[in-house]
């Protein structure tokens, strides 16, 4: 068994609804190929660097999944069946690749899990502590201005 990506665009035309639908689909072959998927990425809506199929934007999802070699040509065979599919992708990764992934899902359920509680520290002192108070400085007040002894000028 070999460890591979693959990397889906779907149309951005696609409602939610049909996009967890078309992600379904995408799913189901990969389980009826036998493959055992390890995880999966939804990166949503993003820019194309250029128009595919006259698309200027698409829907990615990206699959880790584990299979027999001699399954991919069947899988690579039925995508290109799907006409909401604007690319698709398969890659064998390597061992280092692989490693990386380990890791990174490893990390991810780590920091979804919750973390354990704490056994409460008993407080040192009984008496609550006031948090110190910054005196305001006294405003000097801004001198006012004298007012003109000048006779106004008569307007021309």
């Given at each position: 068994m070999n460890h591979y990506e693959l990397m889906v665009i779907y149309s951005p035309n696609l409602t939610e609804d049909e996009q967890r639908q078309q992600f379904s689909h995408v799913e189901e072959l990969l389980k009826h190929e036998n493959a055992r998927i390890n995880w999966v990425d939804h990166w949503g809506k993003r820019k194309l660097a250029y128009l595919v199929k006259k698309q200027r934007q698409g829907i990615y999802d990206w699959f880790y999944f584990e299979l027999d070699p001699s399954r991919i040509s069947e899988i690579d065979r039925k995508l290109?069946?799907?006409?909401?599919?604007?690319?698709?992708?398969?890659?064998?990764?390597?061992?280092?690749?692989?490693?990386?992934?380990?890791?990174?899902?490893?990390?991810?359920?780590?920091?979804?899990?919750?973390?354990?509680?704490?056994?409460?520290?008993?407080?040192?002192s009984a008496e609550p502590v006031a948090p110190p108070v910054a005196e305001e400085a006294p405003v000097a007040a801004e001198p006012q201005a004298e007012e003109s002894t000048a006779e106004p000028t008569p307007e021309s």
């Open positions: 290109k069946m799907y006409e909401v599919i604007l690319r698709f992708m398969i890659i064998k990764m390597e061992k280092l690749q692989v490693q990386n992934l380990n890791r990174e899902i490893q990390r991810r359920q780590e920091a979804a899990a919750p973390a354990p509680p704490q056994p409460e520290q008993p407080v040192a």
